[in-house]
């Protein structure tokens, strides 16, 4: 049985803010994209008029196969079984 690598983070990847909508695409093969957003304000008239106009911007998109999708949703499921639900008030992203 071999064992699984070792995990290394030499390039210190950082987290990326992805507060908006999300996609999951099946792509050739086995492999899935999951995409994700963020909503900020258009540079253009953020700087060039009054008003502030949003767009939904992707800022990353993740290519994995279909067991590591499962794999993926079951330690979503064990994590938010064990983390208290969030009060009624709270946002909540919307999956699209």
């Known amino acids: ?9 030499l390039g ?3 987290e990326t803010l992805c507060m908006g ?3 999951l695409a099946s792509g050739p093969g ?6 994700f957003t963020n909503v900020r304000p258009k540079a253009g008239p953020l700087f060039d008029s009054d008003r502030i106009k949003h767009e939904s911007v ?3 998109r993740i290519v ?3 067991d590591n999708l499962i794999a993926l949703r079951d330690l979503l499921n064990s ?3 064990q983390t208290p639900a969030p009060c009624a008030s709270s946002g909540t992203a919307k999956v699209h």
């Open 30 to 35: 086995p492999l899935m994209t999951l995409t």
């Open 21 to 23: 909508k999300i996609n």
């Open 1 to 9: 049985m071999a064992e699984d690598p070792l995990t290394v983070d």
């Open 64 to 66: 994995m196969t279909l």
């Open 79 to 81: 994590s938010i079984r």
């Open 58 to 60: 992707v800022r990353a």
């Open 12 to 14: 210190n990847i950082p």
